[in-house]
T-cell receptor, first 111, second 115 residues
Framework: EDQVTQSPEALRLQEGESSSLNCSYT??????LFWYRQDPGKGPEFLFT???AGEEKEKERLKATLTKKESFLHITAPKPEDSATYLC????????????FGAGTQVVVTP | DTAVSQTPKYLVTQMGNDKSIKCEQN?????MYWYKQDSKKFLKIMFS???????INETVPNRFSPKSPDKAHLNLHINSLELGDSAVYFC??????????????FGPGTRLTVL
């Protein structure tokens, strides 16, 4: 059975303290792995798509990487506005359009 | 110029009532989705339509019925509401490229509370 596991569940960082979030997956065949950011009371906001092992994507203080078993979202020198829940989702090659989400990592960045 | 919009944002109703949530996207996408996010913030897919055709139908009580009048709209009708239906419901849309769906873009959510 396909599984997506995110860790840690919650992360508290000081402003400027870099860290990484993990998304490990067990799927039959990966078509794509997606990272989203969700602020309280809002819908998930798309960040990155990764398709193959070794791929990396960057946006401001965020960098996403992908291996054959897991993905990392690195947050470099975070600011309080980076506080949010970060969700990863996988799409498999045999599930047309279906995303399976992890439970998310709640990140709080304090000044 | 909201990309994916949902109405209403909040819905409070009594058990046993029937209610609908509407979703519209102006991105030109041809695939739309309904997700349920429970109190633990876990997002789970319910339905998906591609060009008005149902393509994903997860294990959802048949009290839930999606309807897609055209590819820019996907509505969710819920009959005989139960306490356990309380959640946030998200609509999403995605383009279809090379025969596969791609990145999904989400609406702001509808918080449903059943009393």
């Amino acid at each position: 059975e396909d599984q997506v596991t995110q860790s840690p569940e919650a992360l508290r960082l000081q402003e400027g303290e870099s860290s990484s979030l993990n998304c490990s997956y067990t799927v039959s065949g990966l078509r794509g792995l997606f990272w989203y950011r969700q602020d309280p009371g809002k819908g998930p906001e798309f960040l990155f798509t990764l398709y193959s092992a070794g791929e990396e994507k960057e946006k401001e203080r965020l960098k996403a990487t992908l291996t054959k078993k897991e993905s990392f979202l690195h947050i470099t020198a975070p600011k309080p506005e980076d506080s949010a829940t970060y969700l990863c989702a996988v799409q498999t090659t045999d599930s047309w359009g279906k995303f399976q989400f992890g439970a998310g990592t709640q990140v709080v960045v304090t000044p | 110029d909201t990309a994916v919009s949902q109405t209403p944002k909040y819905l409070v109703t009594q058990m046993g009532n029937d209610k609908s949530i509407k979703c519209e996207q102006n991105l030109g996408h041809d695939t739309m989705y309904w997700y349920k996010q429970d109190s633990k913030k876990f997002l789970k897919i319910m339905f998906s339509y591609n060009n008005k055709e149902l393509i994903i139908n997860e294990t959802v009580p048949n009290r839930f019925s999606p309807k897609s009048p055209d590819k820019a709209h996907l509505n969710l009708h819920i009959n005989s509401l139960e306490l356990g239906d309380s959640a946030v419901y998200f609509c999403a849309s995605s383009p279809t490229t090379s025969g596969n769906t791609d990145t999904q873009y989400f609406g702001p959510g509808t918080r449903l509370t059943v009393l």
